[in-house]
């Protein structure tokens, strides 16, 4: 094995931990969140924060967003709406299509979460220092790694979306 071959194994074995302890970090975040907003898990107020920016989305394109299965979605959304968070409606044109709407008190929610972001997500204070450290610039150029990141992973279909919801001002404070 060569000096290059040894460098690039131990730079991926690197960036492979890198991404899993910030992985770790956010999972957890997400988890206090909800919990703190008395939902049963972090991908409810996932889902919440998605029919927040995107009124009346089909549940299979949440799922198609989130990357779960649609029958998990929407056991979640059927939870939400025993606590009065959401509704669903039939599309007029297909009957098999169900959209997702947000009800006042699942608004509230995602208002409430936005609002105590910075404070429960860990994330927002480290890309703050990294502003602070290296500058607008490179912060910006972060963005657009994991922007290029994520497409190249997933497809730019999968996660337009996001770029999608910051236009609309949708995405939660700082993350």
């Known amino acids: 094995m060569d000096n290059k071959e040894s460098h690039s194994r131990h730079d ?94 699942g608004r509230e929610i995602v208002e409430l979460n936005e609002e105590q972001a910075p404070d429960v997500f860990r994330i927002t204070n480290a890309l703050a220092s990294l502003e602070l450290r290296y500058g607008r610039n490179v912060s910006a150029l972060f963005y657009e790694c994991l922007d290029f990141l994520a497409e190249e992973l997933h497809g730019p279909e999968k996660v337009y979306w996001l770029r999608d919801s910051e236009k609309n001002n949708c995405s939660i404070a700082a993350t």
């Open 12 to 105: 991926l074995h690197q960036v492979l931990n890198t991404l899993r302890a910030i992985s770790v970090v956010n999972k957890d975040d997400w988890e206090t969140a909800a919990r703190k907003l008395g939902l049963d898990s972090a991908v409810q107020l996932n889902i919440l924060s998605i029919v927040y920016c995107y009124e009346g989305v089909r549940v299979t394109q949440i799922a198609d967003w989130t990357f779960w299965h649609p029958s998990s979605v929407v056991i979640h959304v059927k939870k939400m709406m025993e606590k009065g968070l959401v509704t669903i409606g039939k599309s007029d044109k297909d009957g098999r299509v169900v959209n997702v709407f947000l009800t006042d008190r």
